[in-house]
């Protein structure tokens, strides 16, 4: 496999693949996807580097992103790389003060934005960032006449012509290594946000790692892009499948991912942890309503996977005779059926990372033929640092390190790494560098774990345990992942530190819950109402208290208050990868959470 930087990277494979497609996208404002051949992909990231060089965008200059999921960044970003300039991406959610400080911060003269809320967003900051100096808007629908704004049409035709082809061509053959090609703020659970800068070489091992690594991609797969390109796990995922040939389709807009799965039916698709738990949830909710022979056929062919793929295949065993035949038989009936509904019947495998994948909702995964992927990484580690194997896995682990990657896991527990894919340090933060390496050179992660032998295993953030008054150490993320597999619970939060036993925040899922609660004369016009419930809120605790079995008593949830209204990022109480922001929550409800220690 050849490798080029990323500035040449769209080039080299548009010199082999030409007319073939290397991008497809729903049109705005319709349901025609449209493709884009990696021919007129090349020529759009000439006309854009073009342009950059016509407004003096200068080699080292840092260019921000401010956008959905769109064929204009990946044009946009790789046009930036083409003139040794840095890609700046901000998420397509993030407030004003959010952008004021990363504009500000990044030194950011010219601003790509998406769609009418990023330009708004924008527009709010620009008197307070004094070296913001020109706007451009992807989206041809959104108007403004201000004169610091200006249409993407309007600047392809800065480019035109290529009339400064000579300077690109010269900065894109003078691109090393060292190069820095990406700021990447980090949305946090905590604190403000910093630029983890990844640099030309953190992308080059790191696609020399999936390739040895990740060997059953190809450019036979259709990848689903879904997750924010803002983010290193869907950023540095589309790269290597550029890399690698592979079509790219992509989903502008999350709530539009499960039509856009219908219409792909891609082989292969990133996606968080909630995405599957929402499947586990549905399956288990269809089976729940299902009664006698089907409800058993359901049941079974889920015992047969799981015993076929997991006690045997995970394990280098041969399955017997009859459980082969079992399973055949389930492939071709529910299996296959339940892949089909959900759009990923040519499914080849599903990268999962950003947050624990609870143990049950891979088992199930795994149990149906859906070859899901469990990985851990970092924005600092260019994305993955490990993940499981598609045949020999450990459920419980987030998989065997990868090549060329070192780990190392200090006394304390914290995981530690080294290796050509971290990031040389944070942006502007010379005190956040000092403390987040060892004095040999180690990156301090801020994870606990622990190895075995190659196979690594995560307890849970540092930053994240939980002391209770008690003086015993609670890993809240573990307690929640096993509890938000329950059909009941959309989310949840466990709250612990310095109290005297483990309670929880918890939205439940009103589908559910309303269809339960109709079902016993409980009134469920009023959710808030339906929440303070004696006998909802009775329900779901028992269900809680199955679910925890297996923690130590001191781990268990003794208490829980149901929400009305879930947790979201306009209220800064999720990240904008979907984490739960404990300190915002805890501010948010401070009373609530003192009332369920009153006694």
Not at 13 to 19: E, I, L, M, Q, V
Not at 62 to 87: D, K, T
Not at 117 to 146: E, N, W
Not at 510 to 517: D, P
Request: proline share 4%; net charge neutral; charged share 25%.
């Amino acid at each position: 496999m050849e490798y080029v930087t990323l500035s040449n990277l769209i080039h080299a494979r548009a010199s082999f693949y030409g007319p073939r497609p290397a991008m497809r996208h729903r049109e705005s404002g319709t349901a025609e996807w449209k493709s884009i051949s990696w021919d007129e992909f090349a020529s759009l990231v000439d006309v854009c580097a073009n342009a950059m060089a016509v407004l003096g965008i200068e080699e080292g200059e840092r260019v921000g992103v401010f956008s959905q999921n769109m064929p204009e960044v990946l044009c946009v970003n790789f046009a930036i790389y083409s003139n040794r300039a840095v890609a700046v991406p901000l998420y397509a959610t993030s407030s004003s003060a959010q952008v004021e400080y990363i504009v500000n911060d990044a030194g950011i003269r010219y601003l790509f934005v998406g769609e009418q809320y990023q330009l708004d967003t924008a527009m709010q900051v620009v008197s307070s960032c004094p070296t913001l100096k020109g706007i451009i808007v992807f989206d041809r629908h959104v108007t403004c006449d201000a004169d610091c704004v200006m249409t993407m049409d309007r600047f392809k035709s800065l480019g035109e012509g290529m009339p400064c082809a000579a300077l690109v061509e010269g900065r894109r053959a003078k691109v090393v290594e060292t190069d820095l090609v990406d700021i990447l703020y980090t949305s946090g659970t905590t604190g403000e946000p910093k630029g983890v800068m990844l640099i030309q070489a953190n992308y080059t091992q790191a696609f020399v790692n999936h390739d040895e690594r990740l060997t059953e991609l190809s450019d036979r797969d259709v990848a689903m892009d879904f997750l924010p390109l803002t983010h290193i796990f869907e950023r540095a995922w589309t790269y290597f499948c550029f890399h690698k040939g592979t079509l790219v389709c992509i989903n502008t807009h999350p709530a539009d991912i499960m039509s856009s799965i219908s219409d792909i039916r891609p082989t292969v698709m990133c996606a968080v942890p909630r995405f599957w738990e929402k499947v586990y949830a549905a399956v288990k909710n269809k089976i729940s309503q299902s009664r006698g022979p089907a409800k058993m056929l359901m049941y079974n062919a889920i015992a047969v996977g799981k015993a076929y793929n997991i006690d045997y295949r995970s394990r280098g065993l041969r399955p017997p005779m009859w459980l082969s035949l079992a399973h055949w038989f389930y492939d071709k009936t529910i299996y296959s059926r339940l892949k089909r509904v959900i759009g990923i019947e040519r499914g080849n495998f599903f990268p999962t990372a950003g947050a624990a994948v609870p143990d049950k909702v891979f088992e199930f995964c795994r149990a149906v033929g859906i070859r899901l992927i469990v990985g851990y990484g970092l924005t600092e580690s260019t994305a993955t640092v490990s993940f499981t194997d598609f045949e020999h896995y450990v459920i419980g682990s987030v998989g065997e390190v990868m090549p060329n990657v070192m780990v190392r896991v200090a006394d304390d527990g914290e995981i530690l790494l080294k290796g050509a894919t971290i990031t040389p340090g944070y942006y502007n933060k010379p005190e956040a560098n000092d403390s987040a390496f060892t004095c040999d050179g180690w990156f301090r992660t801020g994870d606990a774990g622990r190895l075995d032998g190659n196979v690594l295993y995560l307890t849970d953030r540092l930053k994240d345990l939980y002391k209770t008054s008690n003086g015993k150490y609670i890993a809240p993320q573990a307690i929640e992942s096993a509890v938000v597999v329950d059909r009941f619970i959309d989310q949840i939060c466990v709250i612990a530190d310095r109290r005297k036993y483990v309670s929880a925040l918890i939205v439940p899922d009103f589908g559910a819950v309303e269809a339960y609660a109709r079902g016993r004369g409980i009134d469920c016009s009023d959710k808030r109402a339906l929440v303070d419930d004696p006998a909802i809120i009775a329900m779901i605790m028992s269900r809680i208290e199955r679910l925890q079995r297996n923690f130590a008593h001191y781990e268990q949830i003794k208490r829980i208050t149901l929400l009305p209204e879930p947790f979201t990022m306009a209220k800064g109480e999720l990240t904008n990868t979907l984490k739960v922001r404990r300190q915002v929550v805890a501010e948010h409800y401070a009373g609530v959470i003192d009332r369920m220690y009153e006694d």
